[in-house]
C-alpha cells in the first residue's frame, strides 16, 4: 500500500497522507486526522442537506408525473409536494444563507413549473372520469346559481374583508394563509382601495357542485367562487384587479429552557411568537398587481428572490380533497391492516403472547390497534398491572394513548409520561395532553433538559407470580394511530429482562433525576448510540480484514451525521460492502471513487411512507441471521445521535431476526420504487425490465401486502 492511500489502525481514518520529496512520511496526528477526513470528504463525497432534500421531494413529486400511478393517487402526490416543501421553507430556509438560497430558489421553480404542467394535464384526465375541477368559466348557468346561493349562506358570513389603505391598520396575515388582493374603484369619487380577503380554512378548499350526471363530481375552488362574487362583497364598488397571494412564515422560534416549570410557559409563549415570525416566502399569482406585489414585499420587507410567481394553483394542499374521493377505481387498491398471527384479536392475552417470545411488529401491514394500542389500552384496566409509563413526541388529537393512561391513573395505577412539547407543530397538542394527563394525576415530565425526547417506548408492570415483571415496546414509529397507516414502521414488544431493566433505567432517567445510565443492550442517545455505531462499523471493518464476513445494511429517513458519514467512508474503503435504504436526504454521495466505491444508497418511494429505521451489520457471521440487528427511533442525524434523547434495542429472537432481514432484503431487490443514487449525487429510478413479475414488478410495498395476506391465510 503506497503511502497516498496508506490508513492508519488507530480508529476509522479516511486520512491519505502525502510525503514530501526526500523525506520521510509523518503519521499526522489524531486531530490531524479528523480535520483531514472531513475536509476530503465534504470535498469528494458530501451533498449539501437542503439540494439532497430538495432531491427527495423531486422523487415525491415524480409518483404525480408517474404514469403508473392511479389518477387521484396522482393528486395525492401533488399535494404531498407542497406540504413537504412548505415545512421546508418554515422550518430550514431562514437558517439559510444567501448563496444557498438562490441554488435552492432555482430547484424549486424547476419543480413548480412541473407541478404546474402536471395539474394541468391531470384535469382533462380527470375529466374523462367524471371528475371536473372546473373554473368559473366552465359552468352552467344552473351550476353558477347554486354556487351563487352556496355563496351567500355558507361562504360569506365565514369572510371578513379588510381595508389595506393608510386609513386603515394593515391586517394580520397568518402563516400559509392564501388571500385575494382586490383593488376596487369607488366610481363616485375615482378613489381606488386596496382590500385583503382571506380564503377562510375552516371551508373545504373545492365547492362541490350538481351535475347531470349522478355519478359525475363537478367542484369550483372556493377563492374562484370568492373571486366572482366580488359585487356581493363590495356593491356599488368597481373591480379594478384580483390578485391572489399566500405567505409562509419562519417557524424556527429558538426557545430558552430553564426548567421543566417554566418550559410550559416558554413553549406557549413560543407558539404566539411564531404566529409572527418575518415571511420567508411570498407567492402570487403571474399576473399580480405591480403596486400590490411592491407593497407585500415592503410590508413582510422581502426581497425580489423571496417572492414565487405560481402559474395555476398557489396552493396545491387542497388536493387531498379531491384525492379522497371514494372512486376505487382511481385510488391504489384497499388495504386493510391485519392482525399479527400471535394477536389474531382482541381476546388474546397480549402479556401471555409476549412471555411466549418476542414480538415483532411491521405496520401498516400488521394492525397496530390489535397490538401497539392493546399493550396499552389492556394494561390500564388489567388488576394486575401497576405501572405505566410511556414517551410521547406526537401522538395526533384522537389518540387512544392518552384515553388509556388516563383511565389507568384514574384507576390508581402509577402512570408516568414524558411528553415533548418542543415537537414542532404539534407542540399545542401536546400541552393540551400534559394539561389532561396532569388533571387525573397522572406523572408528566418533559425529559431531559436542553434535549428532545424523540424515543418510541412505553413500559408496563405487573404483579405476577414469582414478583414483578416488565413488558417493553420499543419501536421506530410516533403513538399515533393515523400515521400508523401510512407509515412503515417496526417495534418489539418484550418481556426480556435484559432489555426491560434497561428501559426501567431509561425512564428513571427521564423522568427523575438520577445520573446518567450505564446501557449494555439498549443504544441511547446521547449516551451510548453513536459510540455503539461507530464500533459496529469499526467490527466490520476489522471483521473484513481479517478475512471474515462482514457487511452493513442500514434503512432510516435521513443521513446526515458527519461523523458517521466518515466511518462509512472508512468501512468502503477497507472493502466492506455497504446498503443504505434511505428515503430522504443523504449526504453521502454513493460510488465515489476512492471514497465511497463500495456504498450502495437507494430511496424507496410509494404509498406509504418508509420511516422504520432498521441497522444490519454481519459481525463475522456467515449466516445472516446470527449479524447483529437494531431497530430504533434514530436516523443518522447529528441531531438524533447528539441533540435528542433515542432509543434503540437489538434484536435477538431468531423469528424476529428472520422478519427483519426479508424487510431488508425485499427493499434491496425493489426494482418498481427504488431510486439509485449515482456518483455525482442524483438519483435515477430504477425500472423492471420488461415482463418482469413478482417483486420487481409489484415493488416492495404491494410484496409486502401480499406476503402479510399469504401469511394469514396460511396461519
Not at 430558489?105 to 384535469?123: H, I
Not at 430553564?258 to 402570487?284: C, I, K, M, Y
Request: glycine share 6%; net charge negative.
Amino acid at each position: 500500500m503506497s503511502a497516498k492511500t496508506q490508513e492508519t489502525r488507530t480508529g476509522i481514518s479516511l486520512t491519505r497522507v502525502k510525503p514530501k520529496r526526500g523525506k520521510k512520511a509523518r503519521l499526522a496526528s489524531p486531530a490531524e486526522q479528523f480535520l483531514a477526513s472531513r475536509e476530503e470528504l465534504l470535498a469528494n463525497a458530501w451533498m449539501d442537506r437542503d439540494l439532497s432534500w430538495l432531491d427527495f421531494n423531486g422523487r415525491v413529486l415524480h409518483e404525480a408525473l408517474d404514469e403508473r400511478t392511479p389518477l387521484l393517487e396522482r393528486l395525492k402526490f401533488l399535494a404531498i409536494f407542497s406540504s413537504n416543501l412548505d415545512e421546508f421553507y418554515m422550518k430550514r430556509v431562514g437558517l439559510l444563507p444567501r448563496k444557498r438560497l438562490a441554488q435552492i430558489r432555482e430547484k424549486v421553480l424547476e419543480q413548480l413549473a412541473q407541478q404546474a404542467r402536471c395539474y394541468q394535464d391531470l384535469v382533462p384526465r380527470l375529466a374523462e372520469h367524471g371528475i371536473f375541477l372546473a373554473e368559473w368559466e366552465q359552468l352552467t348557468e344552473a351550476q353558477r346559481e347554486e354556487a351563487s346561493i352556496l355563496f351567500d349562506h355558507n361562504v360569506s358570513p365565514a369572510l371578513t374583508p379588510l381595508g389595506m389603505d393608510p386609513a386603515h391598520p394593515f391586517p394580520f396575515m397568518s402563516n400559509l394563509s392564501t388571500n385575494w388582493g382586490f383593488i376596487l374603484r369607488n366610481p363616485e369619487t375615482d378613489e381606488y382601495v386596496p382590500v385583503r380577503v382571506k380564503i377562510p380554512t375552516v371551508l373545504p378548499s373545492w365547492i362541490s357542485l350538481q351535475t347531470d350526471a349522478a355519478d359525475n363530481h363537478c367542484f369550483l375552488a372556493l377563492e374562484d367562487l370568492i373571486r366572482h362574487s366580488t359585487d356581493k362583497l363590495f356593491p356599488g364598488m368597481e373591480l379594478v384587479n384580483a390578485t391572489l397571494f399566500r405567505i409562509l412564515r419562519n417557524a424556527e422560534v429558538e426557545l430558552d429552557e430553564e426548567d421543566d416549570d417554566s418550559l410550559r410557559e416558554v413553549v406557549a409563549e413560543a407558539l404566539q411568537q411564531r404566529r409572527f415570525e418575518p415571511v420567508v416566502r411570498l407567492d402570487l399569482t403571474p399576473d399580480a398587481h405591480p403596486a400590490l406585489r411592491q407593497g407585500l414585499m415592503e410590508r413582510f420587507e422581502l426581497e425580489s428572490h423571496e417572492v414565487y410567481e405560481l402559474p395555476g394553483l398557489l396552493d396545491h394542499t387542497g388536493l387531498f380533497q379531491i384525492a379522497g374521493l371514494d372512486m376505487p377505481a382511481l385510488r391504489d387498491p384497499p388495504w386493510q391492516p391485519l392482525p399479527p398471527i400471535r394477536l389474531p384479536n382482541e381476546d388474546v392475552d397480549i402479556f401471555a403472547a409476549i412471555r411466549a417470545g418476542d414480538l415483532l411488529l411491521h405496520h401498516p401491514y400488521e394492525c397496530f390497534d390489535t397490538s401497539v394500542e392493546d399493550f396499552i389500552s389492556d394494561a390500564a384496566i388489567d388488576p394486575q398491572t401497576l405501572a405505566i409509563k410511556m414517551t410521547v413526541y406526537r401522538i395526533g388529537d384522537d389518540t387512544p394513548f392518552v384515553q388509556s393512561l388516563i383511565r389507568a391513573a384514574e384507576a390508581g395505577k402509577q402512570v408516568a409520561c414524558v411528553i415533548e412539547l418542543k415537537a414542532r407543530f404539534d407542540e399545542e397538542r401536546n400541552l393540551r395532553w400534559a394539561k389532561a394527563l396532569e388533571k387525573v394525576g397522572a406523572h408528566v415530565t418533559y425529559g431531559v433538559l436542553g434535549l428532545k425526547t424523540h424515543t418510541k417506548v412505553a413500559l408496563v408492570v405487573r404483579k405476577e407470580r414469582g414478583g414483578l415483571r416488565c413488558y417493553a415496546h420499543i419501536g421506530t414509529g410516533n403513538y399515533h394511530v393515523k400515521t400508523a397507516r401510512l407509515y412503515t414502521d417496526v417495534g418489539l414488544l418484550t418481556c426480556e429482562p435484559a432489555i426491560t431493566g434497561e428501559v426501567v433505567n431509561l425512564f428513571h432517567y427521564l423522568t427523575g433525576f438520577s445520573r446518567t445510565p450505564h446501557f449494555k443492550k439498549l443504544l441511547i442517545a446521547p449516551i451510548n448510540m453513536r459510540q455503539r455505531f461507530l464500533a459496529c462499523i469499526e467490527r466490520e471493518i476489522e471483521n473484513h480484514r481479517a478475512g471474515r464476513p462482514a457487511r452493513i445494511i442500514a434503512k432510516m429517513n435521513q443521513v446526515e451525521d458527519l461523523e458517521m458519514g466518515q466511518a462509512l467512508a472508512a468501512a468502503s474503503q477497507a472493502g466492506v460492502p455497504i446498503d443504505l435504504i434511505v428515503r430522504g436526504f443523504c449526504c453521502l454521495m454513493a460510488g465515489v471513487p476512492g471514497w465511497t466505491e463500495n456504498v450502495r444508497v437507494r430511496s424507496i418511494i410509494g404509498r406509504f411512507l418508509e420511516h422504520s429505521r432498521i441497522f444490519y451489520f454481519a459481525n463475522g457471521q456467515q449466516d445472516p441471521l446470527e449479524g447483529e440487528f437494531i431497530i430504533g427511533s434514530a436516523d443518522w442525524m447529528h441531531r438524533n445521535l447528539s441533540g435528542r434523547v433515542e432509543a434503540a434495542t437489538p434484536v435477538e429472537d431468531r423469528t424476529a431476526r428472520e422478519r427483519l432481514w426479508e424487510i431488508l432484503d425485499i427493499c434491496l431487490r425493489d426494482d418498481r420504487q427504488s431510486w439509485l443514487m449515482q456518483a455525482d449525487g442524483s438519483y435515477v429510478q430504477s425500472r423492471p425490465a420488461e415482463g418482469a413479475a413478482g417483486l420487481a414488478a409489484l415493488g416492495t410495498h404491494a410484496w409486502l401486502m401480499d406476503l402479510t395476506r399469504h401469511r394469514a391465510l396460511a396461519d
